[in-house]
């Protein structure tokens, strides 16, 4: 059975119309929403959930300070990227590294007040360094060492380096993207997998270094 408008309104005047308890929810409800978004935007700038050791303005990649290569025995290199914690609070640096196809990693080192340890940068002490507080706005060195045990198995495409930190939460991983190298044109170097060969992930280029024969005067 039918039931028209102007019925209800009969029995109900105030039937369809929004109550004042609803519409103070509603008010309610989007003040939490407003204040969870700025929150959790602070709390991403100030690094309390993911530490910010990456520029944001530099589309979070980060660029090698220096490298250099082994060629005599088992080949290998190291390579050195520097960390800066962009956040408002202490970051605990607890290790960083990875191995992968074709290159294994053997050894980590942070850089002290005194510079690297060893007197061989190819042929590294045991990984030192660790743990490190990084104060906001510090700023430390990071260098892996690296075996190359296959050539043609290194990946071309890209490969992070993971540092790993505690934060008041647990531990977290934090994949930090060298900047591409870039080769010009009168260089001696190879394209990978249709890539330019003049740009290519870090990994790839510091195999080119080793496995491939040396540039002219070098």
Not at 48 to 76: C, F, H, K
Not at 146 to 171: I, K, L, M, N
Not at 198 to 210: C, F, K, L
Request: glycine share 12%; with cysteine.
């Amino acid at each position: 059975m039918y039931v028209g408008d102007d019925v209800w309104a009969e029995l109900d005047p105030a039937s369809g119309g929004i109550s004042p308890c609803t519409v103070r929810r509603f008010f309610v409800a989007a003040a939490v929403v407003a204040v969870l978004a700025v929150g959790g935007t602070w709390a991403w700038d100030a690094g309390l959930l993911i530490p910010r050791l990456a520029d944001p303005d530099d589309y979070g990649m980060v660029s090698p300070t220096e490298w250099g290569t082994r060629r005599a025995g088992t080949p290998g290199f190291y390579y050195d990227i520097d960390l800066v914690n962009h956040g408002d609070r202490e970051v605990k640096l607890v290790g960083a590294g990875r191995s992968g196809p074709g290159l294994k990693l053997t050894a980590v080192q942070l850089e002290t007040a005194q510079g690297w340890s060893g007197t061989e940068k190819t042929n590294p002490p045991p990984s030192l360094g660790f743990p490190h507080v990084l104060a906001p706005g510090a700023s430390t060195g990071l260098r892996l060492y690296y075996a190359v045990t296959d050539c043609a198995a290194v990946s071309s495409g890209e490969w992070p380096v993971p540092v790993r930190a505690e934060q008041w939460w647990g531990e977290v991983t934090v994949s930090l993207r060298p900047r591409p190298e870039t080769d010009d044109a009168s260089s001696f170097s190879v394209s990978h997998d249709g890539r330019s060969a003049y740009s290519v992930e870090w990994q790839r280029h510091m195999a080119d270094e080793v496995c491939l024969p040396s540039k002219e005067g070098s």
